[in-house]
């Protein structure tokens, strides 16, 4: 299994940035999806989840309603679209799959990990 997460990248304050994770080696549809994020220093955070249809999504409280996440099922594909960042966003942002669990927003719920994409947002 693989997950390969990309789009990440410097940006400044107020910008918008999509990030990408392609999945190989699994049956997408059949797991749901997830996004985390670790800043230096601190623990790995929850982000978003979507279900294995795409029709569910839970977000964290903090995110003030700036990301979307969205699912691509033919092209085993999760996508991160985060609008108005700030620099307290800058973090490595993980993609994972979980088989088992829907909405869930503890890291020790998913089953697979990719190997995140550094975003660092300047002020």
């Known amino acids: 299994v693989q997950l390969q997460a990309s789009g990440g990248g410097l940006v400044q304050a107020g910008d918008s940035l999509r990030l990408s994770c392609a999945a190989s080696g699994l049956p997408f549809s059949n797991y749901a999806m997830g996004w985390f994020r670790q800043a230096p220093g601190n623990n790995r955070e929850f982000v978003a989840t979507v279900g294995r249809g795409g029709g569910f999504t839970h977000y964290a409280d903090s995110l003030e309603g700036r990301f979307t996440i969205t699912r691509d099922n033919a092209k085993s594909t999760v996508f991160l679209h985060m609008n108005n960042l700030k620099p307290e966003d800058t973090a490595i942002y993980y993609c994972?799959?979980?088989?088992?669990?829907?909405?869930?927003?503890?890291?020790?719920?998913?089953?697979?990990w990719g190997q995140g994409t550094l975003v660092t947002v300047s002020s």
């Open positions: 994972a799959a979980g088989r088992y669990y829907t909405g869930a927003s503890s890291p020790d719920l998913y089953d697979y």
